[in-house]
């Protein structure tokens, strides 16, 4: 991760709107026009925003630009929408809390985070993982009780950063 530029430059360059999460433009470079919004969305969902040829996570900046510091560790959306800046959907955390706010696992077969079917007790199972370990909940005849199960440990193990199905 790239280490953000000084309050100063970034105050000379940007305007943040901490209540849309725009980043805009106030001093013209190559190109960019002064009022027009930084940054494009990368391959993973992020704004990304040049700047004296190094790339810079938009919710980085914004995060400095509010609270005149760098973040101390990440910074998660707590709505989940990566580009969604708004000062009020970002809080700063550590690598568990924000892997407690991701999505649903890419390979659940289920498209739910935590609730997969088990073929082989022909139920549907809950698990739920921190700290690099996984926990297995149980398993449930219907698709709901799985889901309350992963959903009252989330809230138990990550609090305010469970993210409830």
Known sequence: M????SIEILNEYFSYNPESGC?????ARSQSKIGS???SINNRGYLRIQFFGVSYLAHRIAWK???GVDPNDIVDHKN???ADNRISNLRDCNKSQNGANR????KSNTGIR???????RRKYCSYISKDGKNRYLGSFEHIDDAVEAYNNNAKILFGNFARII
């Not at 790239?2 to 530029?5: G, I």
């Not at 980043?23 to 001093?27: E, T």
């Open 2 to 5: 790239n280490k953000l530029p």
């Open 65 to 67: 630009m509010y609270y």
């Open 114 to 120: 935590g609730v997969s079917w088990c073929k082989r």
């Open 37 to 39: 919004i930084a940054g």
């Open 103 to 106: 999505s649903k696992a890419s």
């Open 80 to 82: 989940g929408e990566k």
């Open 23 to 27: 980043i805009s433009w106030i001093k």
